[in-house]
């Protein structure tokens, strides 16, 4: 029998804004998105990829209903629960009701604004190995240079049924400050395990922005496209893009659904272009990450910036280094440069960039 079976995966998606910045007011921070798709998916795929059916999402009032449906169309055979947190009750609080009502031998949590890289199956077995109440899973930052390489928390746990009997049934309750202190003070074992690689997580502007050009690297290297996006070379594109003949590719650039870029303008990586999205003819984007809708106009430089749903960047304008949400428009905005068909080409039928 598949061990697994008896794991229930817990994702941790509720969280609060931190200040009232224009990042933080875009979307709730595990539906921003990275790699075209919200950042829980990344979660949801690795314990999906581990066998695990069984998930409960912990979420909040504000990002309920719109986890719910894309966890509904997106994941259809995973078994997935959601327990709506409004107290708030904490990490820990909230794993302990989630997990309650049908327990399971072992629970994975793991933050819903992780990229998780390592294989799920042998950081279970080594949990088991070892008679561990809690596993807290870390991985080593060597950007430290010559020295000792750091050991960084990646949000990641792993829990079996006894531990979270310490947890109270009311009030907050964390999982770092209070729960792994509460097991050691009753002679429980927690133990770590430090993992290769990375675990990148997304805290803010800056890590959210790393954390997409990581992704786009990825993306056309290692991993392989997603479903109807196709490879060519440093370029991941959808087949229903339109790139230019004259536009300039410069590194790993993914580019999304009937996004446009067109002759004349240049997008240098890691950058990612959301569906629809338009990058006009003269116009510079860098480093940056484009969600849908979003207009960067004539001769305008977009570097090292985020561009929300909607959003437009005018003619000639500048955006280094900056957020800048969208207003969805009252009717759909019309490409004014792009009747020319003829100097764009089928995504499919390019060979190279």
């Keep these: 029998m598949d061990a697994t079976r008896s794991v229930r995966g817990v994702v941790l998606a ?32 690795w314990l999906e990829e581990a066998g695990i059916r069984d998930v409960t999402i912990c979420a909040n009032p ?17 078994r997935a629960t959601l327990s709506v947190d409004a107290s708030p009750r904490g990490p820990a609080g ?12 072992s629970c994975v949590v793991v933050d819903g604004a992780v990229v998780p890289t390592s294989p799920l199956r042998p950081l279970l077995d080594r949990h088991w190995e070892q008679g561990a109440a809690a596993t807290v899973v870390a991985h080593e930052d060597l950007s430290c240079g010559a020295g000792p390489a750091l050991r960084v928390p990646s949000g990641t746990y792993v829990f079996e049924a006894r531990a979270l009997r310490l947890v109270p049934d009311r009030g907050f309750f ?12 009753q002679g429980e074992a927690v133990v770590a395990q430090v993992l290769p690689g990375s675990c990148p997580r997304v805290l803010n502007s800056g890590t959210y922005l790393a954390v997409n050009h990581w992704l786009v690297e990825r993306l056309s290297g290692e991993l392989e496209a997603p479903e109807g996006y196709v490879s060519l070379g440093e370029l991941v594109a959808h087949a229903s893009a339109r790139i230019g003949l004259g536009a300039i590719l410069a590194g790993p650039v993914l580019i999304g659904p009937e996004a446009t870029v067109m002759s004349g303008a240049t997008v240098v990586g890691p950058a990612s272009i959301g569906a629809r999205s338009q990058v006009h003819s003269g116009a510079l984007v860098s480093r940056s990450v484009l969600w849908s809708n979003a207009i960067v106009r004539r001769d305008a430089l977009v570097d090292h910036s985020i561009l929300a749903d909607h959003a437009v960047v005018e003619e000639a304008g500048t955006l280094v280094g900056g957020v800048r949400a ?28």
């Design 94 to 105: 909230c794993v302990k009701d989630a997990v309650e009502p049908e327990p399971a031998r």
């Design 14 to 45: 509720g969280g609060y804004p931190w200040n009232e910045s224009t990042f933080d007011a875009l979307a709730p921070r595990v539906l921003l998105q990275a790699g075209h798709q919200p950042l829980i998916a990344w979660a949801l795929s």
């Design 326 to 353: 969208g207003r969805r428009p009252s009717a759909p905005e019309r490409n004014s440069e792009s009747g020319r068909v003829l100097d764009f080409f089928p995504v499919r039928a390019r060979s190279t960039v």
């Design 174 to 185: 964390d999982i770092k400050e209070n729960l792994i202190p509460w097991l050691y003070s």
């Design 62 to 78: 504000a990002t309920a209903e719109p986890i719910a449906g894309f966890v509904e169309d997106t994941f259809p055979s995973l």
